[in-house]
């Protein structure tokens, strides 16, 4: 499945407990469903339940800031987000359609209290060429997240005071970068959407900053009538150490439970229902240290995941999963010479593929919550599995608007080489409110497995 939404969750009810409907980007959208996955569109009376649940979310979103201005108590922030793409074909996988689409974000986030923070955005997603497509978008508004953030649960009451300097984040919220972003990630909106996902985040330092622990735990979908612990979970852990000689550190580990997410696929696939799977994905980041090497920046990062897969399309069974990923970028930031502009250089290589070779194996790598748009170009045309991505490129300032163009050469680790891609980005702020942005991609196949595609987005921002 390829899926090209920006990250969104609209909530529905059904039998007293709540599911979700999630768009990513298209890129390695994985079959195992759980946080990938489509659900099911509700009935006529649970659209209504959510048509009223937005429309309260967008009124609030208006009527708050009259509000805050009024009686002088909240200090609110808001942006509205547009942003409209172009894509020929829509899925490179197999020819199709050229597809014309619109996303609309509207977010707000005040202060409750120096120590209580809110955000509250609703997305639309929809086709402007005809196309009654869900992996473009159902086209109706979503609640993007709902999310309270306290800054240290010891203020919240003296019986807390053991919890001093623990935050916590609760509800629906944007999941945070981590390491590079390419594997456990949060994409900003111009590289199609940040990830969403419900659950809690706690985080702390410690030895004066040395160590920054975060912990997440993530449901994804709950199964009421089953056992204690049934339905899909994300637990993630990550750790950034900050007292290493010459380098900075991030270490982290998630844990991905699938129970719902398996029986789905399989009766989808006219399939018993395997059961559950788990599988675990660890690794590490280290970035040289600034001013190390003057003016060069490196960075490394190795994961590996192990487990059990299920994968309703090979031989409908859960397969052991032995799969590795590693990453290697160089930048160098080019001092302004005399006909030349200041340019910041960027190269490095990418692969994800398995360890080894086995009729048993499931050997896929699927970062965690999907590929973050952009990872092998942003036509978003290969997957991030059996792939090999080496690439180059710059960036710098020109007539005030910041422009990046970069190429990708993508070999396939295990058979025909997909293609080559080129990328070119431009952003520039028009006035003290609106900023805008535009890619362009022309990806050039070499591979029966994809078409040749042209891609081209254009977004808007306003923060006001």
């Known amino acids: 499945m390829h899926l090209r ?27 195992r469903v759980g946080s990938l996955r489509v659900f099911e569109s509700p009935g006529k009376g649970v659209d209504m339940i959510r048509f009223l649940f937005v429309s309260v979310a967008f009124v609030t979103l208006i009527l708050f800031p009259i509000v805050a201005e009024a009686d002088g108590h909240l200090d609110l922030n808001t942006d509205l987000r547009l942003r409209w793409e172009y894509s020929s074909p829509w899925d490179p996988g197999e020819p199709g359609d050229t597809v014309t689409m619109m996303r609309t974000h509207v977010g707000m986030n005040t202060d409750f209290t120096d120590n209580i923070h809110f955000m509250l955005g609703v997305l639309d997603s929809r086709s402007l060429s005809g196309q009654d497509d869900p992996e473009i978008g159902d086209g109706v508004p979503g609640v993007h997240q709902v999310h309270v953030q306290v800054a240290d649960l010891s203020r919240l009451h003296e019986s807390l005071g053991f919890l001093a300097g623990w935050s916590l984040g609760l509800g629906r919220s944007e999941l945070p970068n981590y390491g590079n972003g390419r594997i456990i990630h949060s994409a900003e909106w111009s590289n199609v959407g940040p990830a969403t996902a419900d659950g809690y985040h706690l985080a702390s330092q410690f ?12 449901t994804l979908a709950k199964d009421p009538t089953g056992a204690a612990g049934s339905g899909d979970h994300f637990y993630g852990a990550h750790l950034d150490v900050d007292s290493l000689p010459f380098i900075e550190a991030s270490f982290y580990y998630w844990k991905y439970r699938a129970d719902l997410a398996n029986a789905a696929a399989a009766a989808a696939n006219g399939l018993a229902d395997p059961g559950s799977s788990d599988e675990d994905t660890y ?12 003016r060069v920046g490196v960075t490394f990062e190795y994961a590996l995941q192990d487990g059990n897969r299920y994968d309703a399309l090979d031989d409908g069974a859960i397969q052991k999963l032995d799969s590795l990923y590693f990453a290697f970028e160089g930048t160098y ?27 048993t194996r499931e050997e896929a790598f699927r970062s965690v919550f999907g590929t973050p748009h952009g990872t092998h170009g942003i036509a978003d045309v ?23 163009l970069s190429f990708h050469n993508l070999r396939a680790d295990q058979g025909e080489d ?9 952003s520039h702020p028009l006035g003290d409110l609106l900023d805008l942005e535009v890619g362009l991609a022309n990806f050039t ?14 977004q808007t921002y306003w923060q006001f």
């Open 382 to 404: 290969v997957d991030n599995s059996n792939i090999r991505d080496t690439y180059f490129g710059f960036s710098t300032v020109l007539y005030e608007a910041d422009v990046a």
């Open 283 to 294: 690794g590490y980041l280290f970035t040289l240290r600034d001013g190390i090497i003057p």
């Open 5 to 31: 939404c920006a990250s969104s969750f609209s909530f529905y009810q059904e039998s007293n407990f709540f599911s979700c409907q999630k768009f990513f980007s298209r890129q390695d959208v994985d079959q």
């Open 207 to 218: 030895l004066d900053g040395a160590l920054d622990l975060n912990i997440h735990y993530l």
């Open 418 to 426: 997909w293609g080559n891609e080129w990328d070119l980005v431009v």
């Open 333 to 359: 930031d080019m001092p302004q010479m005399a006909g030349f502009w200041d340019m910041d250089w960027r190269a490095g290589h990418i692969m994800a593929t398995g360890t080894t070779a086995g009729a």
């Open 445 to 458: 196949s070499t591979s029966s497995l994809r078409e040749s595609t042209d891609f081209i987005y254009a």
